[in-house]
């Protein structure tokens, strides 16, 4: 049904026209009658919108010329009907020069208004359509968006790290440009909901349902408080990570603790779930993400149901800013090489037999090298992900170590199984090599991706990865990432309406018109073409 607003000064006039039809078998119906064009704008500026006007133009204090234009700079959408006399030409003139394409004639046919209202009802179901695929659109672009902004803050904490530079580039492409600018101060807090003993009853294998609540209400209330940007590893469905962005470290005490407190009510309240947390350090800084990460993971694997943990040693927060982005550098390049003996020697340097260093330094820094073991199995382990969920789950045992050298042996276990595990990928074959190279490649298609960097992150001579590559994949490695990308961009012109410059960042273009001259090349056609193929064929 349509919302009419009738606009005549003479009331008589106006109950003739309501007469005139059924208004409701035609899709219509007066919601609002004004008896000149200030009164109109009152009711306009205070109601929901009419979709259609019918205004007469001779009215006093504001005629239907000053009304139509005041609409069309406020109420754009709006359709304008125009009441006319014989009489009244040069003003009908200026309402069609306004852009008013329809006008009844006094006194109104039955005939005429009725064939109008079925002419407008058909133009405005076509914009309400318009509206809704618009409305669409945007919700799919921002959906997409927000998974690949959650993809890229999961592999800042996880994997090893592109140049800082590609990282705030990739930041400015995804609309995080908040998050790219200098010595930023901010914060991780992890939550995990748990379901009580009971609460599913026969509904255990549902417990996805409760997930995904438990993820739309960290989302939403992350959304309504601003400057928190939410994430999630789709290997641990019951858990949810925020980062936190503020202006300076005194503000993050209350504001991260009062958002996990109203976070663990709406979870008990709503969902009936129990829900654990930790709140990480403070840190400064790009470079610092990772260590903000694991301190904010290692509160949650002390926290209880019932208690909150988080850090807050001084001493410990200044041990473990010593974890530098250098040393990660050192250690793994030390795995990956398989060299324990230099791997170890960094260890033991890391973990002081300073008797004044309390045991979380030790417990933060063994989480820290296990988030290390975890990413650079990830790059290796090929099939199953087995390694991987052991590094995670001895993450929620890192507090039963009761001293360095408990630390030190498990680190040591660890490490070896690690290099096991690169071994097999990096020395079984070309083609083993080159199927990890693939996987990474396949994971990460739409951030900038160059044989130089594979070369160098898989520790290979260009040369030889460029040969090694087209030799077992059987094309090139800069054709393999314009099929990926091409591939991709051909899904999301048939199967969303989103905008080019949209498409292009999500399959790795800097630009719409670099993407579109790529796609043609690639396809024989532009984008839009291809579109337009698409739903002619439907």
């Known amino acids: 049904m349509f919302r009419v607003l009738l606009v005549d000064d003479e009331a008589g006039v106006r ?23 200030e009164e109109a704008l009152r009711i306009l500026n205070g109601q929901p919108l009419p979709d259609l006007v019918i205004t007469d133009i001779r009215m006093p204090q504001m005629d239907g010329i000053n009304l139509i234009k005041a609409c069309k700079e406020r109420y754009p959408l709006i359709r304008t009907v125009v009441l006319s006399g014989y009489s009244d030409f040069e003003y009908t003139k200026a309402a069609i020069q306004l852009g008013v394409k329809d006008y009844l004639l006094k006194p109104v ?29 945007r919700i799919q672009s921002r959906q997409q968006l927000q998974i690949l902004q959650e993809q890229l803050l999961l592999q800042l904490v996880n994997n090893e790290m592109f140049s800082l530079a590609a990282v705030k580039e990739r930041m400015y492409q995804l609309q995080l440009s908040s998050l790219a600018a200098d010595n930023l101060y901010m914060q991780f807090v992890t939550m995990e909901m748990r379901v009580p003993q009971g609460r599913l009853g026969e509904w255990h294998d549902r417990k996805d349902l409760l997930q995904l609540s ?12 601003g400057r928190i940007f939410p994430f999630q590893d789709v290997s641990q469905p019951a858990m949810l990570h925020f980062l936190f962005l503020l202006d300076d470290t005194r503000a993050f005490d209350d504001f991260t603790a009062r958002f996990v407190r109203e976070l663990k009510r709406k979870i008990k309240q709503y969902l009936r779930l129990d829900s654990v947390a930790g709140i990480g350090e403070p ?13 904010s993971m290692l509160s949650w694997s002390q926290s209880t149901i019932e208690e909150t943990a988080a850090n807050g040693d001084k001493r410990t927060l200044e041990l473990t800013n010593a974890f530098t982005p250098e040393l990660e550098r050192k250690l793994m390049l030390a795995l990956e090489n398989l060299d324990i003996r230099a791997f170890t020697k ?14 979380m330094s030790f417990t933060f820094m063994t989480f820290r090298i296990i988030l290390l073991f975890i990413a650079i199995a990830k790059k290796f382990e090929l099939g199953n992900s087995s390694l991987q969920k052991h590094l995670f789950n001895c993450q929620m045992t890192v507090w039963d170590h009761r001293s360095r050298e408990q630390v030190l042996e498990q680190l040591d276990e660890l490490a070896h199984l690690v290099m096991d595990e690169v071994k097999k990928t990096r020395f079984a074959g070309g083609q083993t090599l080159v199927e990890a190279i693939r996987k990474y490649v396949d994971e990460n298609y739409s951030y900038e991706l160059t044989l130089s960097s ?30 990926l990308r091409m591939t991709k961009a051909e899904q999301l012109l048939g199967e969303s309406e989103l905008k080019l410059t949209d498409i292009a960042t ?33």
Request: net charge neutral; aromatic share 12%.
């Open 214 to 225: 438990f993820q739309m209400m960290g989302r939403e209330l992350a959304e309504k408080e």
């Open 109 to 137: 046919v039955r005939s005429e208004l009725s064939d109008l209202l079925s002419k407008l009802a058909l133009e405005l179901e076509e914009d309400r359509h318009q509206q809704q695929r618009k409305q669409m659109d």
């Open 506 to 538: 999500l399959v790795g273009y800097s630009s719409s018109s670099y993407f579109s001259t790529s796609f043609k090349k690639y396809y024989g056609m532009s984008p839009k073409e291809y579109r337009e193929q698409v739903i002619n064929k439907k």
């Open 346 to 359: 960094q260890v033991h340097a890391l973990f002081t037999t300073d008797r004044d260093t309390p045991m």
């Open 15 to 37: 109950n003739s026209i309501k007469a005139k039809i059924n208004w409701e078998a035609a899709g219509f119906q007066i919601e609002y009658e004004a008896s000149n064009g």
């Open 454 to 483: 594979l070369a160098e992150m898989f520790h290979l001579n260009e040369t030889y990865l460029s040969g090694l590559f087209k030799q077992n994949a059987g094309i090139t490695f800069s054709d393999y990432v314009t099929k």
């Open 283 to 295: 840190f400064q800084g790009l470079n610092r993400i990772k260590n903000g990460y694991a301190s």
